[in-house]
């Protein structure tokens, strides 16, 4: 196995996600002959810091940098020819599956013509992976035979080891090759600025279209995540109805959480929302009708007015 960890920078600091890809470099490694270790991949801008904390790690044997003014907004259409040069000496390549990996990722596939394997959830060997399809109804066991195996990885799956972090390894600066005829340029980035990151949450509070208002959602929702110091979650309909911006969407066509506790809040529980939390490992619902679909997956279901009760539950924190 030769390992290929692709990864960026999140607030001043490295994707967290890493140290979960870090654990399923050992998932694949444990069960082969194959060594514990992999090459990291980081692509970003002012990434001095940054490279030294991750080249600490005992399971990283290498860490590849490509730093540029350019790559402060990462476009992937501008990137992915270089690395899908970088990724061919590896065995197994693997990125968190976010925004930033299921860009990246399927463009180095096209231009490789290889298979990739999405959003593995379990490891059983090198060679066969395990992932959701149909809204997350099925728990598919996937094989390739693929020469360089394209991982995007569900990180909240993989609970993140002790690793010991007393190393140095090397760095290889590596050149930005800008493609001279790139069509694709950045504008603006429009993100809130987020305390608590949705996908890698231990609580993650959502609110549903019964909150009624952007209003109600910020009195509401947002209240209760802050004092929980939770991530803002959102149904599709609060998404849509303008309650949350599209980043905050959980579910099928939004983002995949697995924290701690979930609390949803005037959420049906529609398919495709359960598709993007049911692997959380504590649910709270809070619902007016006791026969939402949503109570089948809660762990505690509060059947009564949200606006009765989260501000009680506010008040209570
Ligand atoms: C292809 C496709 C992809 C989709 N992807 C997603 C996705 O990624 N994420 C997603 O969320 N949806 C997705 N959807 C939409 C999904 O089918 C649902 O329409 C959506 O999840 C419903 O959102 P909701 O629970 O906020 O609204 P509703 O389904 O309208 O539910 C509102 C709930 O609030 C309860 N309620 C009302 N008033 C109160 C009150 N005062 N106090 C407490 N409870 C109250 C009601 O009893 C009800 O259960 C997708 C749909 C399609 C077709």
């Not at 870090?22 to 444990?30: D, E, H, N």
């Not at 801008?45 to 940054?50: A, D, V």
């Not at 949200?306 to 501000?311: A, R």
């Amino acid at each position: 196995m030769k390992a290929l960890v692709i990864t960026n920078k999140i607030n001043n600091k490295f994707n967290p996600s890493l140290l979960n890809l870090f654990t399923v470099i050992k998932k694949i490694a444990g069960n082969s002959n194959y060594e514990a270790k992999t090459d990291v991949l980081v692509i970003g801008y002012e990434l001095n810091n940054i490279v030294a904390d991750i080249a600490k790690y005992q399971v990283v044997n290498k860490v590849l940098v490509i730093d540029n003014p350019a790559l402060d907004h990462i476009l992937a259409e501008n990137i992915a020819h270089q690395i899908a040069k970088i990724v061919g000496n590896y065995t197994h390549v693997l990125i968190n599956a976010d925004s930033f990996g299921k860009n990246l990722l399927p463009r180095i596939a096209g231009i490789l013509e290889l298979g990739q394997i999405s959003e593995i959830v379990s490891v059983v060997s090198p060679n066969i992976f395990k992932k959701f399809t149909y809204a997350g109804n099925i728990l598919s066991e996937i094989e390739s035979f693929e020469d360089i195996k394209l991982l995007t990885v569900r990180s909240n799956n993989f609970e993140q080891d002790e690793i010991l972090a007393n190393q140095s390894c090397e760095i290889v600066h590596l050149e930005y090759t800008n493609p001279v005829s790139s069509k694709i340029k950045f504008i603006s980035r429009n993100v809130e600025d987020k305390l608590v990151n949705l996908d890698s949450a231990k609580i993650v509070v959502t609110g549903g279209i019964s909150l009624e208002s952007k209003e109600n959602f910020d009195n509401i929702i947002r209240q209760l995540a802050n004092k929980l110091n939770a991530a803002v979650g959102a149904s599709r309909a609060a998404v849509e109805a303008g309650f949350a911006p599209n980043d905050c969407q959980v579910g099928q066509t939004g983002t995949t959480v697995a924290p701690d506790v979930y609390f949803a809040i005037g959420i049906s529980g529609a398919v495709q929302h359960i598709a993007g939390m049911k692997d959380s490992k504590t649910v709270i619902a809070i619902n007016t009708d006791s026969t939402a679909p949503i109570f089948e997956y809660a762990d505690y279901g509060l059947i009564g007015d949200l606006f009765d009760i989260v501000p009680k539950l506010i008040q209570k924190i």
